[in-house]
C-alpha cells in the first residue's frame, strides 16, 4: 500500500519504526532525508499470523476472490478498478468454466461519492444476483474480516492496496492479479514493487478477460517472481515468524528502556 511523505516525515518522532521488510526500508530512504535509517525494525506482518475462522464455505469449484479497493480521498491514492473493469472482471470470472465468484469489495465501495464506482458495483452486484437466480454459487459477500475468507481462495484479483500484500504473504502460492487504471505499467511497477510479480488487468487486455484471467489463473506463470515479491515485502518471515519477531523486538526495547531509568538510592523508597 502506498503511503504518502507526510507519514514518512512523522517516522521522525519515534525512536524505532516498525516495518514489514526491505521494501519498506527502501520506501523510507526514497522519502526522507536527515533520518537514521536504523530506527527502522523489520517485524514482518504479526497481525496476519492470527488464524481466523473461516467464514466462507468451501466449494468443489474453482474459488476466485474479486476484491477490488475504493477510489480513495484524491486523484493520487485513486486504484480502484471497479469503475473501469470491474463488471469486466465479473462477466469473465462468472463465465469462466467451473468458477465460483467472491466479490468482496472495500466497504465503502457501495456507498461512494463517485457515481461511476457506485454504479459499477450496482451492476455487478445485480449480474451476481442474475447468476445466482440461475443456479450458480457466486457471492457478493458486502461485510466480514477478508483474511478469514481467504482459505478456499484459489486465486485473487485485486487492486493496488494493502489486500494483495496480505494474500501475498499467506498463499503465495497461489495466482495474485493486479490491475492498473491508469495503464502506466512502468509507474505502476515504480508505485508499487509487487506489481512486477503479478498478471496485471490493463486496457491492452481489457478486451481479451474472458481468455487471459483463465489462463493466468490455470498456467500461473509468475509463481516464482511472487516469492522473490514475498521476500522483498516482508524479509523471508513464515506465517507466524512476524509474531515471535515482534514480540522479541519489544522485549528488547522494554529491557533497553529499563536498563536506562535512573537506579533508586540507598534507602530511598520508590
Given amino acids: 500500500m502506498l503511503e504518502s511523505p507526510h507519514r514518512h516525515t512523522r517516522r521522525k518522532a519515534y525512536d524505532k ?3 514489514a521488510g526491505p521494501a519498506a526500508i527502501a520506501r523510507h530512504k526514497a522519502r526522507l532525508i536527515d533520518f537514521d535509517f536504523e530506527k527502522l525494525v523489520v517485524t514482518g506482518r504479526p497481525q496476519l499470523d492470527v488464524d481466523f475462522e473461516p467464514t466462507l464455505s468451501e466449494s468443489e469449484q474453482r474459488t ?19 469503475d473501469v473493469y470491474g463488471l469486466s472482471i465479473a462477466r469473465a470470472l462468472m463465465s469462466t468454466k467451473d468458477t465460483r465468484l467472491i466479490y468482496k469489495p472495500h466497504p465503502r465501495v457501495a456507498d461512494s ?7 459499477a458495483h450496482e451492476r455487478i452486484c445485480g449480474l451476481i444476483e442474475r ?19 481467504f482459505d478456499p481462495i484459489d486465486a485473487l484479483v485485486t487492486d493496488i492496496s494493502s489486500v494483495g500484500l496480505d494474500f501475498l504473504y499467506l498463499c503465495v502460492d497461489r495466482p495474485l492479479i493486479l490491475t492498473d ?7 505502476l511497477h515504480e508505485d508499487a ?8 488487468v490493463n486496457q491492452a487486455g481489457h478486451g481479451s478477460l474472458d481468455t487471459l484471467l483463465e489462463a493466468w489463473i490455470e498456467d ?21 515468524d512476524s509474531t ?12 533497553e528502556r529499563q536498563s536506562k531509568l535512573p537506579k533508586p538510592r540507598a534507602g530511598v523508597s520508590r
Avoid: K
Fill in 244 to 255: 515471535e519477531r515482534f514480540y522479541e523486538q519489544v522485549s528488547g526495547l522494554m529491557a
Fill in 220 to 240: 500461473d506463470e509468475m509463481a516464482d517472481e511472487r516469492l522473490r515479491a514475498r521476500e522483498l515485502y516482508f524479509g523471508g518471515l513464515a506465517r507466524g
Fill in 131 to 149: 447468476n445466482r437466480e440461475r443456479g450458480a454459487n457466486h457471492e457478493y459477500v458486502p461485510a466480514g474480516n477478508i483474511l478469514s475468507m
Fill in 113 to 119: 461519492r463517485n457515481v461511476d464506482v457506485r454504479q
Fill in 17 to 19: 519504526v516498525f516495518v
Fill in 193 to 200: 514493487p509487487v506489481s512486477s510479480a503479478c498478471q496485471v
Fill in 181 to 187: 487504471r491508469r495503464g502506466d505499467i512502468r509507474q
Fill in 64 to 82: 476466485v476472490m474479486y476484491a477490488p479497493t475504493w477510489e480513495g480521498e484524491n486523484y493520487d491514492n485513486n486504484y480502484t478498478s471497479v
